[in-house]
């Protein structure tokens, strides 16, 4: 099974930027649908941004469109997000998350479609 390690978290402030890392080991991610989850203190993980096997289908977050890009390098089997213009809401744990597609190139926006975690890197912007 796939193990996922988030990396790239840390303070930055109002307007800033940020790119997550998700590493992959174990499985090769291009037999996985991914996405990027955040849960803020009290509140519910939330989606952030998805990707398909593929990772030519991309769902996004109306709160973080336009702002944020997941994308995918395969020679290193890691995903990223990117995270631009970012904003004191943002504030949250980032997990990145994988479930096994082989004949499907959808995406998947609710955190009970996912198998596999990461233990979550912490994002804080500061206004």
């Known amino acids: 099974q796939v193990q996922l390690v988030e990396s790239g978290g840390g303070l930055v402030k109002s307007g800033g930027s940020l790119r997550l890392s998700c590493a992959a080991s174990g499985g090769t991610l291009s037999n996985y649908a991914t996405g990027w989850f955040r849960q803020a203190p009290g509140k519910e993980r939330e989606v952030v941004a998805a990707?398909?096997?593929?990772?030519?289908?991309?769902y996004y977050a109306d709160s973080v469109k336009g702002r944020f890009t997941i994308f995918r390098e395969t020679a290193k089997n890691t995903v990223y997000l990117q995270m631009n213009s970012l904003k004191p809401e943002d504030t949250a744990v980032y997990y990145c998350?994988?479930?096994?597609?082989?004949?499907?190139?959808?995406?998947?926006?609710?955190?009970?479609?996912?198998?596999?975690w990461g233990q979550g890197t912490q994002v804080t912007v500061s206004s």
């Open positions: 990707t398909s096997r593929s990772g030519g289908n991309t």
């Open positions: 998350a994988a479930v096994q597609k082989y004949y499907s190139d959808s995406y998947y926006f609710t955190w009970s479609e996912y198998d596999y």
